[in-house]
């Protein structure tokens, strides 16, 4: 308890301390895209400095070296949180809302950077929830209140319920728990204000978006799907975290997976249905803006990022 204490307080140091000694030359801020009918913005919420090795610290340490140097990375590198919102033309969707103030300094661009898009919080009716964890959820409030007042969050069951059962801090907590409970304490004023919506099997939401039920990495672990007509466009959330190792090997999993080995098997699934399909994938930890395509050859992946465009194809 007192190792998983000290590594956690390690991780939250290391990404302020990195936060606060770099200023950023760069900070790309939002991507649009077109998928079909629907407009898609990918916004940036940052990045966050973490040692590969701590997130991946079940696998190989020399295969995960190995795999990020022939990617030009280090052991330690930046990892981009994303974003994504979808203009239906009579709503105004975000997947997911960064973490806020919980990463350092380095984080918590997101309203900027949809501000710069052309959007307002204000503008946001509906927020779709991958997963309850800090760099997905922090975002939603801040110390007066909810950041999207007009928003109804839609959240998997099972993550709800996860977290209800974990409200209070108890003595057998693991890290994941210790370092997640902000997350969940950002979704509570919608709890209150009567303003989330719950789901407990795949589901459509709106008319062409639909929530996928994925657990693994957390118990209600959700994809959403965006589709019209022939084209779509998932949204993966923590399917993965570091492209350059998991696309070439998907059995490594990440330390904040709940389920490990539902996990990989999620990961497979996802992986091979988006190589067979030739859909659009978004991701919240690829690099940024995230939003590409996934080829297959043997047992390898490989990631093709959308090729930049001033006019928002794909």
Known sequence: MKQQSSFLSCLLLAACLWGHARKPLNQPGYYKIRVGRFEVVALSDGTFTADVHSILKEADS????RLLHSAFLNDTTETSI?????????RVLLVDAGAGSNLGSGCGKLLQHLRDAGYNAADITDIL????????????????GRTFPNATLHIHQKDLTFWQQHATP???????IRLNR???????????AGRVHSFDSTTELFPGISAV???GHTPGHTIYTLRDGEEKMAFW?????VAAVQFSNPAITVAYDSDK??????????????????YLVAASHISFPGVGRVSRSDNRYTWYPVNYSIYGKN
């Open 261 to 278: 080995t539902l996990a990989v098997t999620r990961r497979q699934q996802a992986y091979s249905d988006a190589a067979q399909n030739g």
């Open 170 to 176: 108890r003595a057998d907590d693991t890290w994941g």
């Open 213 to 215: 039920a994925y657990n």
């Open 237 to 241: 959330g923590d399917l993965i975290h």
């Open 82 to 90: 994303n974003a994504y919102l979808i203009n239906t033309g009579t």
């Open 129 to 144: 929830i991958t997963h309850i964890h800090i760099d997905h959820v922090s975002g939603l409030s801040d110390t007066s």
């Open 62 to 65: 020399t295969e995960v070296s």
């Open 182 to 192: 902000p997350g969940y304490q950002a979704v509570i004023p919608y709890l209150t």
